[in-house]
Structure formats: C-alpha cells, structure tokens
C-alpha cells in the first residue's frame, strides 16, 4: 500500500525555520521524483519545489533562495528545510508523488508576523 506521511509542521514566528518531513512507504521513494505542495486558505494547492530520482531539484520563485528540497534514500524519505519563513508561507503542505498517485495527509504551517 502506498502511503506518505508528513510531519513537522508548527507555529513559527517570522525569519524562523521549519523541517518538515515525508516519509513513504509501499514503494521505493528514492526512484521516483517528489515533490512538495502547499494550499494557503482561499487559495489553489501551488508546488513549492520538488526533487527527481537524480536529485535535480526545483523551486518556486517565491521559495528559492530560503526553502531547500532534499532526501535520504535511506530513510526513504524527503525534507523541505523551510528558512527565513514569511507570513506568506503560511499553509498547509502536502508531499505527492505523481507516479504513484499520491498524496499526503498534509501537515499545517503558520507563521506568524
């Protein structure tokens, strides 16, 4: 069965940081691209960044410089180390693998100003 499992969201003051995590299972995360999204309230889910197989990574502009995409085929997991968060980041972020389908349960990121 397929699954990915976000954790490490939080209330965060403004210029703090966050890592958040997504940890799969059912398959072999480590051979496929994965990504991260988010969906702030009101507003359509948006990719953040994503990594491939070859850990070619992508951000969004409104993330580069502050969010770093990364894995550890080991854990068979993906983080996003969130720096220097704004207030505009405030959302819920989601891991997906597009491959398989999937999505995560999503875990709340707030930060406050």
């Known amino acids: 069965q397929v699954q990915l499992v976000e954790s490490g969201g939080g209330l965060v003051q403004s210029g703090g940081s966050l890592r958040l995590s997504c940890t799969a299972s059912?398959?072999?995360?480590?051979?496929?691209?994965m990504s991260w999204y988010r969906q702030a309230p009101g507003k359509e889910r948006e990719l953040v960044a994503s990594?491939?197989?070859?850990?070619?990574?992508v951000y969004a502009d409104s993330v580069k410089g502050r969010f770093t995409i990364s894995r550890d085929n080991a854990r068979n997991t993906v983080y996003l180390q969130m720096n220097s968060l704004k207030a505009e980041d405030t959302a819920v972020y989601y891991c997906?693998?597009?491959?398989?389908?999937?999505w995560g349960q999503g875990t709340q990121v707030i930060v406050s100003s």
């Open positions: 990594i491939s197989s070859i850990s070619t990574t």
């Open positions: 059912g398959f072999t995360s480590s051979n496929y691209a």
């Open positions: 997906r693998n597009l491959a398989k389908n999937a």
